[in-house]
Structure formats: C-alpha cells, structure tokens
C-alpha cells in the first residue's frame, strides 16, 4: 500500500517512557483542576462539576498551590459548606497531596491527632484542616467505590483518543494492579483498544502473586515485565527525600515511602525473577537509598534496564552509579519547565546544579528515555519536546532557557521518544524507528521537528496517526 504523504514530514509514533494512561483516563472522568490560579477557582470548577454529575463521591484533581497568590496549602471549610452531605476528595497535581470535605473524612474515621507512618493529617489547634498528605490520602480514597468494568473501558477509550492526537503509539502506564491489566488484555484481543501498552505492576503482594503464577506477558501490543515502586514523596509538597534539610523548610527531610529494607526484598525478588524494577526517586537521598540497592544487585554492567523513575535530584557523587551499574534514569522534561520557578526555593542554589539533569544523566549510558507522567504534566508530546531542547515555559520564561547546560539536542530529544523509549521497554527490534521489519507506527506532521523554530515547536500538529500501518487518527 502506498501513502501520500503530501510533502509533510514522517516521524516514528511517539513513545511516552512514564505515563498513566489508565489514571489519565479516569482524570477525563473527574473535576479537571490543572491550571487553576486560586482556591475559589477551584471552588468554582468543583460546584460545575457537580452540577452535571450530581451523584456519588466528588474526585478531582490537578491543584498546585505553588502557582496560587497565597501558597499556603487551603483547608476544607468551603466544601464543608457547599457539599455537607457528599464526600469530596481533591489531589494535588502531583499526587502526594489532597484536600478532603469532612464528609469524606468521616467516612474514613479519620479523627484530629490521629497519626499514620510515611503520611500526615493535616490539623490547625486540633481542628482537621482536610489536608491529607502521601500515605495518608488512602485512608479517603480507600472509602472511593471501585469502578465498574464499563467506567474503567470508557475511561481507556477516552485516554486513547487523545493519546493518538498527540501522535503517540506506545505508553508506559506506571503502576497497574493486575485486573486491570486482563481488562486491558481483553479489550485489545477484542480491537475495542488499539493503543500499545508498556505495564508496569504496582508494589502490592497480589501483583507479585499474579506475576509469579503468569509470568511476563508479551503480545503486540501489551508487554508487562517491569515493576513500578515508590521510593519517596515529591518535591512540590516537600515529601521527596533529601540527604540535607530543605532550603525553605530547616529540619524538614522529606521522607521515603517504606523502609529501606521493602525496597531491598522488591529487589531481590526481581533480579530473581529477571523482571525490571522501576522505581520512583525525586530527592537526593530517595535517589542515593535506591541507587545503592539496585548497585547490590546489579553488580556492575549489565542488560537488565532497571530505571529510576524521574531521577530528579541527584547528588553529584551519585551519578556515576547510574553509569557502573547500567541504571536507566528514566525522566520528564515538562517536570523541570513546571518546578523551575519554585525548584531553588526548596533546594538551595547548590543542590539544584544536579536536579533535572538529563544531559548528566544521558551522559552516564549513553542514551535516556523521556516521557511526560501525565496526567501529572499535560500529554502533549511537543511540550516534552519543547522543554527538553528549550527548556522554557510556554511563555518564553526563562529568557536564555533553565540550566541550559542540560539541555538535550533536538536529536536526543527525539531519540528519547522513540528509540530510547523502545529500548527501555525491551522493544528497540520492534518498534522506536522506522527501518524494515519493525511495526509500520507513524505519524504526519505539519512541521518538521528538526527545524521549527524553539517557540513555534509547540504549535506543531500531528495530521495523521498510524499504528501496525492501520489510520488510527486524523486531524480534521
């Protein structure tokens, strides 16, 4: 079959390295809060939701205090207020934070001094101010009913849809139990899902126990290999875990989610196994305590691609580990254009020298993935693009680009969504270039990556989507 492509440009289809195309999906279902500039605003964007679905619990997510006048976390008395009798439960943009109405609270018996191991519950003179954070915003969403196997299908359509506007043909989802992912299995046996998945198993005993009696499963388009672990919290709610205190908060260390020795038996049930290990580290701490860990099993080179998740962080004696024991930082471009302005503030001048990284850490093996971890970060491909090369806001800010001695080059950019990508999921024979033999995924564009002006790199379109030669999307 021949295609025309009109003197437009071909690219591979995109690969994003760290996603959650399932939580994405379900954010489509949920009061969107991204980008809003106040806590009336959120107030606002809650009540219209509620309007139109009036019933059950109320979930939304995507606030950031940071990007507000008064940067102080809010408190729950206006949900208090407006919803008495309906449980609400709100998330930060990046997870580790969450605002609860007190009807949900109740529903979770959670209590004023109550206390809990790797989270805390937040209270003004022994009064719960509805803030939950890490561990502690599963006491509410424990309470959340679970979704029909309908919702959960919808929700991976609607991810879908977008996914492949956006030109991407495969997603690495960071983090599924495993009935989600026979869900997903029997909805691309059956065609009613297209999209090529990379599946990482959340940390949790009935994963391992599935793993243990299946194995890894490969087909086309699902491949699940990989484990995905929480080290420690995020930057933004201070929760990341740091060797020194943080800059804006002495005494204040972060914390990691479990206790060292969790993270060391995962590891030692992977390498046994030959699974790969992904894990999530922000801090300089949260990354040196994994680092060290996966050294003790990896033992110098090696093929077996365990990555750190966003390696955001890093002390400068710690990223020759990276390159000794063949660790694939795996990391986020927008994360470093949406921490900028308030990343020095938490760390100090010094220690940020090693935070967002990529040419660093590129440099240690000679090749890094890039992905997007939206629905934490928009899912536009161009803005990883974008803030790789650029390394720039939407805006132009800063003027000469943040910390520009690691910025990527437009080829290692692309590589990192494509090749790299692949190769971070064992898939580089397979998919990541266009060369004979491999999936015929591909997308159009209207622009040529390579040579599009620094700012014009966000307003370029994909016309045409293709995966397994199979249009899957076009721009009308």
């Known amino acids: 079959e021949k295609l025309d492509a009109g003197g437009k440009f071909i690219y591979p289809g995109f690969i994003d390295a760290h996603a959650h195309f399932v939580g994405y999906g379900n954010s489509l279902q949920r009061v969107n809060l991204v980008g809003t500039n106040s806590w009336d605003e959120v107030i606002e964007k809650t009540k219209e939701f509620a309007s139109v679905n009036p019933d059950g619990w109320l979930l939304g997510r995507g606030w950031d205090q940071n990007d507000w006048k008064t940067t102080d ?115 691309q046996e059956s ?83 030959g699974w790969q290990m992904c894990t999530h580290a922000i801090g300089d701490s949260g990354n040196r305590t994994m680092l060290n860990i996966y050294s003790k099993y990896l033992k110098g080179k090696n093929d077996l691609r365990w990555r750190i998740e966003h390696a955001q962080v890093v002390n400068q004696n710690d990223f020759e580990l990276f390159g000794k024991n063949s660790i694939i930082p795996s990391v986020q471009p927008t994360h470093a254009t949406s921490d900028m302005y308030w990343a020095g503030d938490r760390v100090g001048p010094e220690r940020v020298k090693g935070a967002y990284a990529f040419k660093q850490l590129l440099e240690q093996n000679g090749w890094i993935p890039l992905g997007t971890d939206f629905p934490v970060e928009d899912i536009s491909t161009f803005k990883t693009f974008f803030a790789a090369v650029v390394r720039k806001d939407a805006k132009g800010f800063p003027n000469g680009g943040y910390q520009m001695e690691n910025a990527l080059s437009r080829e290692e950019a692309l590589r990192g969504m494509t090749i790299w990508a692949a190769k971070a999921n064992f898939e580089e024979k397979e998919k990541g270039s266009l060369e004979k033999g491999k999936f015929a995924d591909f997308i159009i564009l209207d622009a040529d990556l390579m040579k599009t002006d620094g700012h014009d790199l966000l307003n370029i379109n994909v016309l045409k989507t293709f995966l397994s030669g199979e249009k899957v999307y076009e721009k009308h």
């Not at 929480?230 to 914390?255: Q, T, V, W």
């Open 73 to 187: 976390f809010p408190t729950n008395l206006k949900l208090n207020e407006l919803f008495p009798d309906r449980p609400v439960l709100l998330t930060r943009i990046d997870g580790h934070a969450a605002v609860a109405n007190q009807k949900a609270l109740d529903l979770a018996g959670i209590k004023a001094g109550d206390t809990l191991t790797g989270g805390e519950i937040e209270e003004m003179e022994g009064t719960l101010t509805g803030i939950l954070i890490d561990n502690a915003i599963d006491l509410v969403s424990a309470k959340v009913p679970g979704q029909t196997e309908e919702q959960l299908a919808k929700a991976l359509k609607d991810a879908e849809k977008n996914c492949f506007a956006m030109g991407l043909t495969t997603i690495d989802d960071c983090g599924l139990g495993f009935a989600t992912v026979e869900l997903i299995k029997k909805m």
């Open 191 to 273: 065609g009613e899902l297209k999209m090529r998945l990379y599946v990482m198993l959340s940390d949790e005993k009935a994963n391992y126990d599935f793993a243990e009696k299946n194995g890894m499963i490969k087909t086309e388009r699902l491949n699940v290999r990989s484990f995905k672990v929480y080290g420690d919290g995020a930057l933004g709610s201070r929760g990341a875990c740091l060797l020194e205190p943080y800059s804006d908060k002495p005494g204040h260390l972060g914390f990691l989610l479990s206790q060292p020795a969790h993270f060391d038996s995962v590891a030692n049930w992977i390498s046994s196994k």
